[in-house]
């Protein structure tokens, strides 16, 4: 009996998250584009202009023989912009939820959740018009494509597991937001987005592949350019490193939380 209670207790534990989940999303997405014109076409105009940027000086000023360049690029754009936007919003989340944090008994460690839920809903909106690009040149898709799902899976615990130190860390030191938007513009131009991976210099190619991005940019193109497999072996020492990882950052974040309402 005390078995069954606590089966039933843990499935209206995880329907209640569940929803309030999904209320928090769609609350997300309401003010986002709240008396916007374009709504949610503004997620795809910022890669969409990026990409044209990238095509005009690599594909017309400096010239790099990268076939089906749009594809490339777009490709890289999408995947960052989410892992990027995602970890932005999420350093200041705490703060931007100052009543929800000062509601009793509220899950506060769901808001980082939402916020990469949130940047993953904007890709997959996304990924029709990538299907255009890929098209347009000439890709053909592959059954290999079932197995998109599990990168984004990977990149989601990913995004989550830096969310919740970066949400923790941003509560007690109000720079962690600003140093992290300089570190993400140096990792962007640490990941293959504008140039392959090819390039890199045998010798660099420990520190670079220390950045969990190369990896996962370049199963995406794997999957959706080249119709081959990923690099198994990149993901699951990725997913390995994320197993040990993620559980420290909610700790930390457990712990900090108690502190949150006297810090905001």
Same mark, same amino acid.
């Given at each position: 009996?005390?078995k069954?209670? +606590?089966?039933?207790?843990?499935?209206?534990?995880?329907?209640?998250?569940?929803?309030?989940?999904?209320?928090?999303?769609?609350?997300?997405?309401?003010?986002?584009?709240?008396?916007? $014109?374009?709504?949610?076409?503004?997620?795809?105009?910022?890669? =969409?202009?990026?990409?044209?940027?990238?095509? @005009?000086?690599?594909?017309?000023?400096?010239?790099?023989?990268?076939?089906?360049?749009?594809?490339?690029?777009?490709?890289?754009?999408?995947?960052?912009?989410?892992?990027?936007?995602?970890?932005?919003?999420?350093?200041?989340?705490?703060?931007?939820?100052?009543?929800?944090?000062?509601?009793?008994?509220?899950?506060?460690?769901?808001?980082?959740?939402?916020?990469?839920?949130?940047? =993953?809903?904007?890709?997959?909106?996304?990924?029709?018009?990538?299907?255009v690009?890929?098209?347009?040149?000439?890709?053909?898709?592959?059954p290999?494509? =079932?197995?998109?799902?599990?990168?984004?899976?990977?990149?989601?615990?990913?995004?989550?597991?830096? *969310?919740? @130190? =970066?949400? *923790?860390?941003?509560v $007690?030191?109000?720079?962690?937001?600003?140093?992290?938007?300089?570190?993400?513009?140096?990792? @962007?131009?640490?990941?293959?987005?504008?140039?392959?991976?090819?390039?890199?210099?045998?010798?660099?190619?420990?520190?670079?592949?220390?950045?969990?991005?190369v990896?996962?940019?370049?199963?995406?193109?794997?999957?959706? +350019?080249?119709? $081959?497999?990923?690099?198994?072996?990149?993901?699951?020492?990725?997913? *390995?490193?994320?197993?040990?990882?993620?559980?420290?950052?909610y700790?930390?974040?457990?712990?900090? *939380?108690?502190?949150?309402?006297?810090?905001?």
């Open positions: 009996m005390l069954q209670d +606590m089966i039933a207790n843990w499935f209206l534990s995880f329907g209640y998250l569940w929803d309030l989940l999904r209320s928090l999303v769609d609350r997300d997405m309401k003010i986002m584009y709240k008396r916007s $014109t374009l709504g949610i076409a503004w997620t795809l105009i910022s890669p =969409l202009l990026q990409l044209l940027v990238f095509v @005009f000086v690599f594909q017309v000023i400096i010239k790099i023989d990268i076939p089906q360049y749009s594809s490339y690029v777009f490709t890289g754009l999408l995947v960052w912009n989410w892992f990027q936007n995602s970890l932005f919003q999420a350093a200041g989340i705490i703060i931007s939820s100052r009543p929800l944090i000062r509601q009793p008994g509220f899950p506060n460690a769901i808001l980082p959740i939402v916020v990469v839920t949130t940047g =993953l809903i904007h890709f997959v909106l996304a990924l029709p018009v990538l299907f690009f890929l098209l347009i040149d000439g890709v053909r898709l592959t290999i494509l =079932l197995v998109l799902p599990l990168i984004q899976i990977i990149q989601f615990a990913l995004t989550v597991t830096f *969310s919740y @130190f =970066l949400a *923790s860390l941003n $007690t030191f109000r720079d962690t937001q600003h140093t992290l938007g300089v570190l993400l513009q140096f990792l @962007f131009y640490l990941t293959p987005i504008f140039y392959e991976i090819d390039n890199i210099p045998d010798r660099y190619w420990f520190i670079y592949g220390l950045n969990p991005m990896h996962i940019v370049t199963s995406y193109r794997q999957i959706l +350019m080249w119709g $081959t497999q990923p690099d198994w072996l990149a993901l699951a020492i990725i997913s *390995s490193i994320v197993a040990v990882l993620m559980p420290l950052g700790n930390l974040f457990k712990r900090q *939380s108690l502190r949150f309402v006297e810090e905001i």
